[in-house]
Structure formats: structure tokens, C-alpha cells
């Protein structure tokens, strides 16, 4: 059994994309995901999580939603995506009502 945790609050994006996982849950494609269910450590006393953790079949991604990037998170995923490569990282933004993901290396 899975214990119960309290959901931080999602921005309208994020919940508009939490509305597309559950789609593609119920298709089969997504297993499971959890809206901020792992934090990562880059250094001493320095932190990243993800908006999503994704679970697929055959693989585990961190998807970052964002309406626009600034400097600093770009930077973090980056370093998130260097330090832990057995994810897959993707950056996921709402452009012209569609959901644009962009693989962050």
C-alpha cells in the first residue's frame, strides 16, 4: 500500500499537463507519474525537483513544465541531466494549445 502524501500545489500549467498524464495513463503509454515525487541532489545543500516523474514501460523521465525558462532552472536541469544520465530529462511547455517537449542533454 502506498502511503498518502499531501499534493503541493500545481500552477495552471502544470495541472493542465497533469490532465494530458492522465491520458496517457489511461491509454497505457504512462504507467504512473508522481507531481514532484523525487529530489535530486546536485551538491551540498543544493536541490532539484521536478515538476513530474514519469514512469513508461520501459524507462523513467523528469519532465520540467514551464511557461518560460529563466537562467537559473535551465541551469539546474541541465546539471540534474549530467549527474543522473540513467533519466531521461524533458523540458515541457504549452505553445499554441500543444504540448511542445524539448530533451534536455
Known sequence: MRPIIPKQKMNKTEAAYE????????AGEVLDYRFEGVKLRLADNTFYTPDFFVTYPD???V???KGFWRDD???KIKIAAEMYP???FRA???KK???VTEEIN
Open 19 to 26: 490532465r494530458e498524464l492522465d491520458v496517457l495513463k489511461k
Open 59 to 61: 524507462r523513467f523521465e
Open 63 to 65: 519532465h520540467e513544465v
Open 73 to 75: 532552472a535551465r541551469v
Open 86 to 88: 540513467f533519466f531521461k
Open 92 to 94: 515541457v511547455q504549452l
Open 97 to 99: 494549445r500543444q504540448w
